[in-house]
T-cell receptor
Framework: NAGVTQTPKFQVLKTGQSMTLQCAQD?????MSWYRQDPGMGLRLIHY???????DQGEVPNGYNVSRSTTEDFPLRLLSAAPSQTSVYFC????????????FGPGTRLTVT | AQSVTQPDIHITVSEGASLELRCNYS??????LFWYVQSPGQGLQLLLK??????LVQGIKGFEAEFKRSQSSFNLRKPSVHWSDAAEYFC????????????FGAGTILRVKS
């Protein structure tokens, strides 16, 4: 049981490049989400999904796309990377969209130059 | 909109001393409240949560937190700190309707001196 996994661990992009951050969970959780963590700002919600085929925007969705074709996977796409997207990205999952503990992945550190 | 304030960016305590990390939230109703801990280079681990009932909640690693509705606070405490508690601590609030949509505070970095 791996829990929540994220790949890659580190990534450097040039401005304007696109990429996909991968997130997978093996706990059969319905709810998954993406956060970004910036110094002094805590974690901010980017997008979330309450189940396969259903996604919605969080607090800071601009510049990011998501889709949820399976229960296990919830990739985050950066369409055209900008230096402002330099951050640490965390994926999280929980059993359902309610009062349930969220389990976090180890994070992806992204640098955009 | 809801918000979470952690007034202390850094706190340094001696090993064996008691600890209190402050958290205040702004929200129109009673939210779900959480404390998470993040060790360097790691993801977040849930320490404890409050949804309803007893306002003093116990968590893992000897931590507890008390929900005070009148003060909109959810302070984290530990009676005796260990060197391994050095980490960053985040308070978070989730609205009742959506549960998992968490809003995080900026975090408090705990340093433990021997």
């Amino acid at each position: 049981n791996a829990g929540v996994t994220q790949t890659p661990k580190f990534q450097v992009l040039k401005t304007g490049q696109s990429m996909t951050l991968q997130c997978a969970q093996d706990m059969n959780h319905e709810y998954m989400s993406w956060y970004r963590q910036d110094p002094g700002m805590g974690l901010r919600l980017i997008h979330y999904s309450v189940g396969a085929g259903i996604t919605d925007q969080g607090e800071v969705p601009n510049g990011y796309n998501v889709s949820r074709s399976t229960t296990e996977d919830f990739p985050l796409r950066l369409l055209s990377a900008a230096p402002s997207q330099t951050s640490v990205y965390f994926c999280a999952s929980s059993l359902l969209a309610g009062a349930y503990e969220q389990y976090f992945g180890p994070g992806t550190r992204l640098t955009v130059t | 909109a809801q918000s979470v304030t952690q007034p202390d960016i850094h706190i340094t305590v001696s090993e064996g001393a008691s600890l209190e990390l402050r958290c205040n939230y702004s929200y129109g109703a009673t939210p779900y409240l959480f404390w998470y801990v993040q060790s360097p280079g790691q993801g977040l681990q849930l320490l404890l949560k409050y949804f309803s009932g007893d306002t003093l909640v116990q968590g893992i690693k000897g931590f507890e937190a008390e929900f005070k509705r009148s003060q909109s606070s959810f302070n984290l405490r530990k009676p005796s700190v260990h060197w391994s508690d050095a980490a960053e601590y985040f308070c978070a609030v989730g609205p009742m309707e959506y549960g998992n949509k968490l809003v995080f505070g900026a975090g408090t970095i705990l340093r433990v001196k021997s």
